[in-house]
């Protein structure tokens, strides 16, 4: 730096001084004292605080110590050069991004392009005067404000999602468990009765479902048995099936409310369309949720074979015959819990030795294959016909199986149960 250049740069005006919370550190790194000295008192004059260094060599140690904000070092200097300073600062490991100027008095494409390489964010080329060092100064400083900017941003989305990552872990412990306590509700998935053989599936498509299917005795030559698919399928829609099987207890048949005593004070199944307009009353004024719920609720007489069901906007119940035709029953029926005093209607149907009976979820009929094609009856009564020759659970291994093919291995987008009714008769 010339002596006229010195003499400019010493008597540039003052600019305001920085807040003293707002201070940042310049490392200005000079094998020249003279000229160190300048600078360091220049930037010192204009708030910033200041540490010089000599060498290449002691400006790496101050970096390794303690990263400045700012380095400006001069590019020739004995032993390690600005460039080479460039380089190993940039190696340094650390969450603070520093500016680095370059002070040469090279100018050529080559070169500058080369500092850029190594990591330099700008270059003064010698001579210069304070107004141009102060401008690239303050041009760093608004890069830097960015800089932190982002880094707290980063800070806070990474301390946001580790938040949310706990708060995730301990949601999904607790639906692993209400899992178990969802499945518990269904505790046999075969229920071996004298005249008939009832097995039952249940799969949510989630932690949790909506579905749930049931069995429950009522007299030696009775039983109750149901299927019902409850509006969506996360945690309330779980605890309404819960308290639905409450309902429909098979261990607790003095809160069922499926059954009652007869004149003679033996336990009889109550009509299922009576039950029907039970429930819905129960949704719409005890529990007064949004959710409502369709269900198939029949009653099974062991000694006859007869069948009385009702059909409440669920899917419908499927007959396969022993000589394996196949018919489909029930008109539909409104879904519980949408209409008030809604009345409900049932039908009859005789099952012989060696028909069986399927009551099953939507998620059956409305599984989708890759092309968003539904299995709908026709595709039902394709699997029934090809697992005509398996029984019970294996029926129900089979039937999982054709479903996981027909959706290419896709995740079910809906619970899938059913209850499978196999009549032997006495």
């Known amino acids: 730096m010339s002596f006229d250049a010195l003499s400019q740069f010493a008597k540039h005006p003052l600019p305001p001084r920085l807040d003293e919370a707002q201070q940042e550190t310049i490392l200005v ?20 605080h200041v540490v010089e260094a000599a060498s290449g060599e002691e400006a790496l140690e101050i970096c390794q110590a303690d990263c400045p904000d700012f380095v400006v070092s001069d590019w020739m200097m004995p032993g390690m050069s600005g460039l080479e300073l460039c380089r190993r600062y940039r190696a340094l490991r650390g969450d603070r991004y520093g500016y680095f100027i370059l002070l040469t008095s090279k100018s050529e494409k080559g070169e500058v392009a080369e500092g850029l390489d190594v990591g330099a964010d700008d270059f003064l080329t010698k001579p210069f005067n304070a107004a141009e060092l102060r401008s690239r100064i303050r041009a760093g400083q608004r890069i830097l404000e960015m800089e932190r900017e982002l880094t707290e941003k980063k800070r806070l ?40 053989d009832v097995s039952m599936l ?21 039983i109750g048995i149901y299927s019902l ?51 819905n009353k129960l949704i719409l004024d005890e529990i007064e949720t949004e959710h409502y719920f369709t269900i198939l609720l029949g009653r099974v007489n062991l000694a006859t074979g ?10 419908h119940p499927v007959i396969q015959r022993v000589d394996g035709s196949i018919e489909f029953l029930g008109q539909g029926g409104l879904p519980i819990g949408l209409v008030p005093g809604a009345e409900f209607t049932e039908f009859e149907v005789t099952l012989n030795p060696g028909d069986r009976l399927l009551l099953g979820s939507d998620g059956i009929t409305e599984c989708e294959s890759v092309s968003g094609q539904m299995l709908e009856d026709e595709g039902l009564e394709r699997l029934l016909r090809a697992n005509r020759n398996l029984s019970g659970l294996k029926f129900f291994e089979a039937l999982m199986w054709d479903l996981s093919s027909y959706a290419g291995d896709q995740d079910f987008a809906d619970d899938v149960s059913a209850v499978l009714l196999e009549y032997r008769g006495l």
């Not at 989305?157 to 990552?165: G, P, W, Y």
């Not at 178990?180 to 998935?189: A, N, T």
């Not at 007869?306 to 899917?315: I, N, S």
Request: glycine fraction near 10%; aromatic fraction near 4%; charged fraction near 20%.
């Open 29 to 48: 790194v000079d094998d020249s004292r003279a000229q160190r000295r300048l600078v360091s008192a220049q930037l010192g004059r204009w708030g910033y």
């Open 157 to 196: 989305v990474t301390t946001t999602l580790e938040e949310l990552r706990v708060l995730y872990d301990a949601i999904d412990r607790d639906l692993v468990e209400a899992r178990k306590l969802q499945q518990s509700l269904v505790p046999d998935r075969h229920c071996a009765f004298s005249g008939a």
């Open 202 to 222: 249940l799969k949510p498509a989630g932690h949790v479902g909506g579905d749930l299917v049931g069995v429950f005795p009522v007299s030696e030559t009775e």
């Open 229 to 279: 698919d409850v509006s969506g399928h996360g945690i309330a829609s779980a605890l309404i099936t819960a308290r639905l099987a409450g309902q429909l207890s098979g261990s607790s048949p003095k809160q069922n409310a499926a059954i009652k005593r007869g004149a003679d004070g033996a336990l009889v199944m109550r009509s299922p369309a009576a039950v029907c307009e039970t429930l």
């Open 306 to 315: 007869e069948v009385t069901l009702a059909q409440a906007g669920h899917p």
